[in-house]
């Protein structure tokens, strides 16, 4: 089973700021199968990005991944309000296994 | 656009059982893989169980497998998780969630707002 360690846990920063978070794999992902989902307080999860790089329907483009094999990268360009949240990694090709989350908050 | 409305979630003894459901619609159900995906309070999320579009195929976490069923009724668009035999860590927001795609690989595109299971004497 493909464990996914995320970095850092915490993240303070303020609008405007970027953020770059990071996804380890314990081995290499299949075909970029990796997903990222946000996370706010009281609701449920939100598809971000999936195929490690591709936006899903309706997110704005200062949202994006990179990455291959092992280590991948959600990168927020310009933090605005509403991105302030918790974000997990996914990787679906094997094990459906999710990353221990990543919270972004205001600094 | 994708709606999943989840139920049947409340409180239940250690060792007792509950049946969640999962109402979905705006989309072909039985086209594609149904997941459920537990958020324990406070900690992250963790998939559950998946169950393929024609039923033929279903898979567990280890947590749960021998303990949980996960079904569908494809001519009620209802997801279904039959959970016997709980746990006090069985306690978590339970998440209904769509597949991406009929087969693996699938990512999660659709959430529901989740039904939280209380496990508790």
């Known amino acids: 089973e493909v464990m996914l360690t995320q970095s850092p846990g915490t993240l303070s920063l303020s609008p405007g700021e970027r953020a770059t978070l990071s996804c380890r794999a314990s081995?290499?992902?299949?075909?970029?199968?990796l997903a990222w989902y946000q996370q706010k307080p009281g609701q449920a999860p939100r598809l971000l990005i999936y195929?490690?790089?591709s936006r899903a329907t309706g997110i704005p483009d200062r949202i994006s991944g990179s990455g291959s094999g092992a280590d991948f990268t959600l990168t927020i360009s310009s933090l605005e309000p509403e991105d302030f949240a918790v974000y997990y990694c996914?990787?679906?090709?094997?094990?459906?296994?999710f990353g221990q989350g990543t919270k972004v908050e205001i600094k | 656009e994708v709606q999943l409305l989840e139920s049947g979630g409340g409180l239940a003894q250690p060792g007792g059982s509950l049946r969640l459901s999962c109402t979905a619609s705006r989309f072909t159900f039985s086209t594609y893989v149904l997941s459920w995906v537990r958020q324990a309070p406070g900690k992250g999320l963790e998939w559950v169980s998946a169950i393929a579009g024609r039923s033929d195929s279903t898979y567990y976490a280890d947590s749960v497998k021998g303990r949980f069923t996960i079904s569908r009724d494809n001519s009620k668009n209802t997801l279904y998780l039959q959970m016997d035999s709980l746990r006090p860590e069985d306690t978590a927001v339970y998440y209904c969630?769509?597949?991406?795609?009929?087969?693996?690989?699938?990512?999660?595109?659709?959430w529901g707002q989740g039904t939280l299971v209380t496990v508790s004497s």
């Open positions: 969630v769509k597949g991406s795609s009929g087969a693996r690989p699938y990512y999660f595109d659709f």
């Open positions: 996914q990787e679906y090709g094997n094990s459906r296994t």
């Open positions: 195929g490690a790089s």
């Open positions: 081995q290499s992902v299949s075909s970029s199968y």
